[in-house]
T-cell receptor, first 114, second 119 residues
Framework: GENVEQHPSTLSVQEGDSAVIKCTYSDSASNYFPWYKQELGKRPQLIID?????GEKKDQRIAVTLNKTAKHFSLHITETQPEDSAVYFCAAPFAGAGSYQLTFGKGTKLSVIP | SAVISQKPSRDICQRGTSLTIQCQVDSQVTMMFWYRQQPGQSLTLIATANQGSEATYESGFVIDKFPISRPNLTFSTLTVSNMSPEDSSIYLC????????????????FGPGTRLTVL
């Protein structure tokens, strides 16, 4: 199965600064890498994803980069705002029973200090 | 966006009893999954709910403890059987839509979760 390592486990930044969260994965066949944001008491929400045929994807203040050779991918949040405070999870797929399930990282608690 | 509902949203149960959690989706989906999220922890896949066949369980989870049904393409249930305090957790369903019907394939959308407390 897939093994996903996520760092750091907690991250505090000043409002307006950038935040970077990194994940590594073990299965070189993995080809889809989503990032989820989970606010306290809420469901995980997909914020961005990337496929292995591209190295970077951007959506406003959020970007994800992928290095397939090194088997790691990162979430970049620029100009952070207090509403970015949440737990962020990366994930990578593994093949099981004819479909792809996701293995999640342990999460990063991001705190944006006003 | 995806419309996924779960019932109940929360429950407090006595040890030894069972609780069935329902997951309803707004349209037909190919895959439905059940996860457990313990307080302050990540998401752990319990099983994949297959329509018309037995669910596929991950290591550490068994059918006798977590029986799953999926009678059609928009609905699934997870039962937590013979509960103990260690089963206190949030249980989430997620779905994957057929190719071409949503943003992309492989993307999973989550239900709001069921917060279970076992006394």
């Amino acid at each position: 199965g897939e093994n996903v390592e996520q760092h750091p486990s907690t991250l505090s930044v000043q409002e307006g600064d950038s935040a970077v969260i990194k994940c590594t994965y073990s299965d070189s066949a993995s080809n889809y890498f989503p990032w989820y944001k989970q606010e306290l008491g809420k469901r995980p929400q997909l914020i961005i994803d990337i496929r292995s045929n591209v190295g970077e994807k951007k959506d406003q203040r959020i970007a994800v980069t992928l290095n397939k050779t090194a088997k790691h991918f990162s979430l970049h949040i620029t100009e952070t705002q207090p509403e970015d405070s949440a737990v962020y999870f990366c994930a990578a797929p593994f093949a099981g029973a004819g479909s792809y399930q996701l293995t999640f990282g342990k999460g990063t608690k991001l705190s944006v200090i006003p | 966006s995806a419309v996924i509902s779960q019932k109940p949203s929360r429950d407090i149960c006595q040890r030894g009893t069972s609780l069935t959690i329902q997951c309803q989706v707004d349209s037909q989906v190919t895959m439905m999954f059940w996860y457990r999220q313990q307080p302050g922890q990540s998401l752990t896949l319990i099983a994949t709910a297959n329509q018309g066949s037995e669910a596929t369980y991950e290591s550490g989870f068994v059918i006798d403890k977590f029986p799953i049904s999926r009678p059609n393409l928009t609905f699934s249930t997870l039962t937590v059987s013979n509960m103990s305090p260690e089963d206190s957790s949030i249980y989430l369903c997620s779905v994957e839509y057929p190719p071409g019907t949503r943003d992309s394939t492989d993307t999973q959308y989550f239900g709001p979760g069921t917060r279970l407390t076992v006394l």
